[in-house]
């Protein structure tokens, strides 16, 4: 079936800190992939996302590489702040042609800890 | 423009209670849905609407109820609250449910306890 498997946290940096975040999936066909951001308090919110092979998504420093042959997405960053502490969830959404709606299946997420 | 609204933002029940959490979305989506968030796994599909009067379960629809009588409006009613649905409750709609590259628009989120 259609899976995401993400690094546990949680993880916790310095503030100017190199960022990655590792995402795997398993899906039949060509799935979306998505990265979904939660801040404190708050709903999820679409980070970024890749429809297709080598596509990279990239949105508020962060970026994502789609990567069929190791079928990652792992989310990366190259200065990380303060205020991207927040959970990160990897998602994907199985591939168009399965026919109906289509449902977001989210990886466990992942809890950042950026410190001064 | 308000997005998706959820209301309330805390909820506690005794066993076998009963109540409706509230989603609402002015953005004329057509596609909505409610997850619930527990931890370490991730959010899941509890039951989602295609449009108004039509809806169908997703991995976890046991315990809930649904009904879409408009497009702004989908509640999520729990007919016997049951400790195991201590969760957190999200909402979320978007305008192409059926196309893989849509964007989900999340509500807020209802944090429910179930004693």
């Known amino acids: 079936g259609n899976s995401v498997t993400q690094m546990e946290g949680p993880v916790t940096l310095s503030e100017e800190a190199f960022l990655t975040i590792n995402c795997t999936y398993t899906a039949t066909g060509y799935p979306s992939l998505f990265w979904y951001v939660q801040y404190p308090g708050e709903g999820l919110q679409l980070l970024l996302k890749a429809t297709k092979a080598d596509d990279k998504g990239s949105n508020k420093g962060f970026e994502a590489t789609y990567r069929k042959e190791t079928t990652s997405f792992h989310l990366e960053k190259g200065s990380v702040q303060v205020s991207d502490s927040a959970v990160y969830f990897c998602?994907?959404?199985?591939?168009?042609?399965?026919?109906?709606?289509?449902?977001?299946?989210f990886g466990a997420g992942t809890r950042l800890a950026v410190h001064p | 423009n308000a997005g998706v609204t959820q209301t309330p933002k805390f909820q506690v029940l005794k066993t076998g209670q009963s109540m409706t959490l509230q989603c609402a979305q002015d953005?004329?989506?057509?596609?909505m849905s409610w997850y619930r968030q527990d931890p370490g796994m991730g959010l899941r599909l509890i039951h989602y609407s295609v449009g108004a009067g039509i809806t169908d379960q997703g991995e976890v629809p046991n315990g809930y109820n649904v009904s879409r009588s408009t497009t702004e409006d989908f509640p999520l009613r729990l007919l016997s609250a049951a400790p195991s649905q201590t969760s957190v409750y999200f909402c979320?709609?978007?305008?192409?449910?059926?196309?893989?590259?849509?964007?989900?628009?999340f509500g807020p989120g209802t944090r429910l306890t179930v004693l």
């Open positions: 979320a709609s978007s305008e192409q449910g059926a196309y893989p590259t849509d964007t989900q628009y």
């Open positions: 953005m004329n989506h057509e596609y």
């Open positions: 998602a994907l959404i199985r591939p168009f042609f399965s026919g109906g709606y289509n449902k977001l299946i």
